[in-house]
């Protein structure tokens, strides 16, 4: 079982908001995990946005619109990318990442379709 | 600012190797880890492996045990991969990244513009 897994598409209207979920595997505990969120485009490099972990461990990347936020789900064992107020330029492959057992551990990604 | 900048796309033929470079400026050189991620052509990111510019340490991950090796130049801030025995499977876009933490506080995570790496006969 991989150590993040990631939905492969997800679909949004513009406007509305989009939940992206970073899945960790049963046997480790979100709680302890910082996760990382990045949005790549067609011919880039992945761009950083934001860092959680809690509401007290938490970065925001330079130039990053609030409508971009990072929350948890301990139920799900999962990390969440909140984008609210979808636009069209927010059509991407978001990844999330982890560091884990001294590496770093990226889930599959998620191509967002703003529609 | 933090920049990072790597050398130019190559074109090797199976069984070469490759060399890339990731020169750094805008910060403290051996403050932060290096890390080498790839990118094969419409898949996702893979890991490849950490250096540690202060000390010289280095971690990979498993599937590149063997012909991988990561460098530094101090001298110079600049991080160096090379990858070994090459095969068409290791066509990839091969970045380099900082790690965000250094004496355990955490910040941005910056990223290269990327080295297109073709590997054909």
């Known amino acids: 079982q991989a150590v993040l897994t990631q939905p492969s598409s997800l679909s949004a209207s513009p406007g509305a908001s989009a939940s992206l979920t970073c899945t960790l595997r049963?046997?480790?505990?979100?709680?302890?995990?910082?996760i990382y969120w990045y949005q790549q485009k067609p011919g880039s490099p992945p761009q950083y946005l934001l860092r959680?972990?809690?509401?007290?461990?938490?970065?925001?990347g330079s130039g990053v619109p609030s409508r971009f936020s990072g929350s948890k789900a301990a139920s799900a064992n999962a990390g969440i990318l909140l984008i609210s107020g979808l636009q069209s330029e927010d059509e991407a492959d978001y990844y999330c990442?982890?560091?884990?057992?001294?590496?770093?551990?990226f889930g599959g990604g998620t191509k967002l379709t703003v529609l | 600012q933090v920049q990072l900048v790597q050398s130019g796309a190559e074109v090797k033929k199976p069984g070469a190797s490759v060399k890339v470079s990731c020169k750094t400026s805008?910060?403290?050189?051996?403050?932060?880890?290096i890390h080498w991620i790839r990118q094969a052509p419409g898949q996702g990111l893979e890991w490849m492996g950490w250096?540690?510019?202060?000390?010289?340490?280095?971690n990979f991950a498993q599937q590149f045990q063997g012909r991988f090796t990561m460098t530094i130049d101090t001298s110079i801030s600049t991080a160096y991969m090379e990858l070994t025995r090459l095969i068409s499977d290791d066509t990839a876009v091969y970045y380099c990244?900082?790690?965000?933490?250094?004496?355990?506080?955490?910040?941005?995570?910056?990223w290269g513009q990327g080295t297109l790496v073709t590997v054909s006969s």
């Open positions: 049963s046997d480790i505990n979100v709680g302890t995990y910082r």
């Open positions: 250096i540690n510019p202060s000390s010289g340490g280095t």
């Open positions: 990244a900082r790690d965000p933490c250094s004496n355990n506080r955490c910040y941005e995570i910056y």
């Open positions: 959680y972990k809690s509401d007290s461990d938490n970065h925001q």
């Open positions: 805008g910060y403290s050189f051996t403050g932060y880890y």
């Open positions: 990442m982890v560091w884990h057992s001294s590496t770093w551990v």
